[in-house]
């Protein structure tokens, strides 16, 4: 199965999700996409202690 995600990141982003692309959205919400678990797994580092 093929998976569509997108994702921005930058210093001030960090990791923001892309709801569309040229009138194209996405079929996954970004709870279920690969790039919500990098954002997370990203926020947990950033915010150890």
Do not use: C, P
């Not at 199965?1 to 079929?27: P, W, Y």
């Not at 919400?29 to 997370?40: Q, S, V």
């Amino acid at each position: 199965m093929q998976q569509m995600v997108l994702f921005f990141t930058g210093t001030a982003a960090e990791i923001s999700a892309i709801e569309s692309l040229d009138n194209h959205s996405f079929k996954l919400t970004w709870e279920e996409t690969m790039g919500y678990k990098l954002a997370l797994a990203y926020q947990k580092r950033v915010q150890e202690k």
